[in-house]
Nanobody, 125 residues
């Protein structure tokens, strides 16, 4: 599966942005996730959407709860990340990923097999 992330850009604090991740194959049977890597920091978990057999349950990192929403369109093999009320600390390269993690590992990078190339989000203050 190849993943292509898009939608990044330069925005101001408080603005919204929607990232997209288009997959070359079927995503319904995969967990789809977003991770991000802030400048000079390690990559971190942002959000994940469970596969259809797990009812598409979503989970989020504490720092984005209530501001970010992950969604998917299985028919289009695309996953989205709607980001509202953006803050300067949200500045990062955002990566989409897919895999079949154990429930307890769904926020761990190592649990995802396929990765997109990343899209840069810069939030100015």
């Amino acid at each position: 599966v190849q993943l292509q992330a898009s939608g990044g850009g330069l925005v101001q604090a408080g603005d919204s942005l929607r990232l997209s991740c288009a997959a070359s194959g079927r995503i319904a049977d995969y967990y789809m996730a977003w991770f991000r890597q802030p400048p000079g920091k390690e990559r971190e978990f942002v959000a994940t959407s469970a596969r259809r057999s797990a009812s598409g349950i979503t989970s989020y990192a504490d720092g984005v709860k209530g501001r970010f929403t992950i969604s998917r369109d299985n028919a289009k093999n695309t996953v989205y990340l709607q980001m509202n009320s953006l803050k300067p600390e949200d500045t990062a390269v955002y990566y989409c990923a897919s895999g079949v993690p154990a429930l307890s590992a769904r926020s761990q990078m190592s649990a995802y097999r396929y990765w997109g190339q990343g899209t840069l989000v810069t939030v100015s203050s």
